[in-house]
């Protein structure tokens, strides 16, 4: 079973009233209440997955019509297997054949818990690990063999891996591709930072739909850790991306959040 409005999976005999992670001051639950759905009547109903090459390597793959939150994921293939990236909250046999067509898939993640998606079904089907990272464990709905937690970070292969850098949630994290972007490094961020629609800028927040700011302290610190990382490209949850000189936005935008937040512009409100 799926949450409607986060398309996070549950355990079938074990559903809460309503969804914790929609409950949370981060989410939302709509005016009518929980709602739940089951992925047999998803599929009844026709709902597919639509696959899009984004760029040598790197694919798009977003569930249509949109289940929950909607997020397009992202799955990357190197000659060491793929990473499947904020999976979608819907699964098909399809889709699942031609992922493993491209080779072993090393880990089904998610950048937090938003983005869980049905990661575990993923998991399963692809016979891949679902790696979470460990502060953010307590917000799994369902339980599962193939879960395994990390924290830190973690190398996946020769050039893809994954760094909690928090802020969002304590476990957020992104997953560094070094091989994207022509060899320039592709940085996939969830909403860990979030690319703007400017397409020149990113965005830091506690919540997105409910507008959460994080304070300064918190976005220099994930500032610092982004700048240890090298990329060029950074791509969100929604295939929302700046395309090129992306580390050197993220740092400018933080500068900028910073000095927002600080009162250095408060003449001009
Ligand atoms: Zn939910
Ligand atoms: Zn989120």
Redesign the pocket.
Known sequence: MICATCAVEYDGDALPQVCPICADE?QWVPADGQHWQDLDALRAAGQHLVWAEAEPGRVEITAEPKVGIGQTAQLVHTPAGSLLWDPPGYIDAGTVARVRTLGPVLAVAAS?P??FGVQTEWGEALQAPVLVCEPDARWLGRTSDRVQLWDGDHELAPGLSLHRVGG??PGAAVALWAGGAGGRGVLLS??TVFPNPDRSSVGFLRS?PNKIPLSAAVVERIAARLDSLEFDRVVG?FGNAIESGAAAAVQRSARRYVEWVRGDHDDDT
Request: hydrophobic share 20%.
């Open positions: 981060r937090h938003h983005m969002h949630f969830g909403d997105y949850n």
